[in-house]
């Protein structure tokens, strides 16, 4: 399984970004699909994920701003970024559970003014 994510960049504060992430195989096999970030000194965190059912999980520091998608056609998620603040700033990366975990290659996200 492949996982190709795409669409990180820079933002400034306040701004948007939308992430996407494309799977080698079809999205509605996965138990879960979702997006994580890592900042510089920090442990990799759960930002949002999307169930087999559309259940949606937002960490409360992105609650109201971003939006975790899926489109079964493409074999893609997406991850729209709203209201963006510095501290949003990391390497994303697109994960995949199916028995086993599977992660995308990391896009970097960066809010600055």
């Known amino acids: 399984v492949q996982l190709q994510a795409s669409g990180g960049g820079l933002a400034q504060p306040g701004g948007s970004l939308s992430l996407s992430c494309a799977a080698s195989?079809?999205?509605?096999?996965?138990?879960?699909m979702g997006w994580y970030r890592q900042a510089p000194g920090n442990q990799r965190q759960l930002v949002a994920r999307?169930?087999?059912?559309?259940?949606?999980y937002y960490a409360d520091s992105v609650k109201g701003r971003f939006t975790i998608s899926r489109d079964g056609a493409k074999n893609t998620i997406y991850l729209q970024m709203n209201s963006l603040k510095p501290e949003d700033t990391a390497v994303y990366y697109c994960?995949?559970?199916?028995?086993?975990?599977?992660w995308g290659q990391g896009t970097l996200v960066t809010v600055s003014s």
């Open positions: 994960h995949a559970f199916l028995g086993v975990d599977y």
């Open positions: 195989r079809r999205i509605f096999t996965f138990k879960v």
């Open positions: 999307i169930d087999a059912g559309r259940s949606t």
